[in-house]
């Protein structure tokens, strides 16, 4: 299992948590394979339907078989019970659309990386005063760069990331990075709904890849 802070460095390193969901599990499949090959490090699965649960235990067996220090997190959670069913599958970390005080305090107690969405400062000074560290903004395109900017510095010892709306361009990224963030949740601009009912799991790699390139340069600036 690993360590909050193993997590929190693979994510910061890549500077991204690509996200998506497939009611599929070949396809779901399939697009692990793609972003692994785009050299993702960490990715988050969504539990948006209900064969996600049994997507999510197909994906942590091929990872285990063939694709070696990769992570895989568990998104969408709202409650207890289905953070430790996840865990028990083998979900490296969790993130949450809310806050939700019970998944913190199983996580902090366990050492598992949890990223509760957060969408005020009351959100935010919950998060952060039940143990936890990297905040999820949520929805970033609501939320906005300001926002960010705003708060970064009543917050000086968490971590954040905006989620929801974060564009694959140079501009918003670097806007972004520059207004304090660590890495940028990147879902249906970067794995789309087009790309994979069309099953183009090459364009997937690529603009992944861009992408991955594109915030390694930023972060290089900063």
Same mark, same amino acid.
């Given at each position: 299992? +690993?360590?909050?802070?193993?997590?929190?460095?693979?994510?910061?390193?890549?500077?991204?948590?690509? /996200?998506?969901?497939?009611?599929?599990?070949?396809?779901?499949?399939?697009?692990?394979?793609?972003?692994?090959?785009?050299?993702?490090?960490?990715? !988050?699965?969504?539990?948006?339907? !209900?064969?996600?649960?049994?997507?999510?235990?197909? +994906?942590?067996? /091929?990872?285990?078989?063939?694709?070696?220090?990769?992570?895989?997190?568990?998104?969408?959670?709202?409650?207890?019970?289905?953070?430790? !069913?996840?865990?028990?599958?083998?979900?490296?970390?969790?993130?949450?659309?809310?806050?939700?005080?019970?998944?913190?305090?199983?996580?902090?107690?366990?050492?598992?990386?949890?990223?509760?969405?957060?969408?005020?400062?009351?959100?935010?000074?919950?998060?952060?005063?039940?143990?936890?560290?990297?905040?999820?903004? #949520?929805?970033?395109?609501?939320?906005?760069?300001?926002?960010?900017?705003?708060?970064?510095?009543?917050?000086?010892?968490?971590? #954040? +990331?905006?989620?929801?709306?974060?564009?694959?361009?140079? !501009?918003?990224?670097?806007?972004?990075?520059?207004?304090?963030?660590?890495?940028?949740?990147?879902?249906?601009?970067?794995?789309?709904?087009?790309?994979?009912?069309?099953?183009?799991?090459?364009?997937?790699?690529?603009?992944?890849?861009?992408? /991955?390139? /594109?915030?390694?340069?930023?972060?290089?600036?900063?």
């Amino acid at each position: 299992m +690993m360590t909050t802070q193993q997590v929190t460095n693979s994510i910061k390193q890549q500077g991204m948590l690509p /996200l998506y969901f497939n009611a599929d599990e070949k396809i779901s499949i399939d697009v692990l394979k793609a972003i692994y090959k785009a050299e993702i490090k960490a990715v !988050e699965y969504t539990n948006r339907g !209900e064969s996600a649960f049994n997507n999510f235990k197909a +994906m942590i067996k /091929l990872r285990n078989a063939e694709m070696p220090g990769l992570l895989i997190g568990i998104g969408t959670i709202k409650n207890l019970v289905q953070a430790k !069913e996840y865990i028990q599958a083998g979900a490296d970390f969790l993130v949450s659309p809310g806050f939700v005080h019970e998944i913190a305090e199983y996580s902090v107690t366990n050492d598992i990386f949890y990223s509760p969405g957060c969408m005020t400062p009351s959100d935010i000074i919950a998060a952060e005063n039940a143990g936890i560290k990297f905040i999820k903004l #949520f929805p970033g395109n609501i939320l906005g760069i300001e926002f960010m900017t705003t708060i970064k510095d009543v917050f000086p010892n968490l971590l #954040f +990331m905006p989620t929801g709306g974060v564009d694959t361009t140079k !501009e918003n990224i670097e806007a972004w990075f520059k207004a304090g963030v660590c890495a940028v949740g990147m879902g249906s601009k970067l794995i789309s709904k087009v790309l994979m009912e069309q099953k183009d799991y090459q364009t997937i790699e690529v603009v992944t890849s861009s992408v /991955l390139s /594109l915030i390694q340069s930023i972060k290089n600036k900063e």
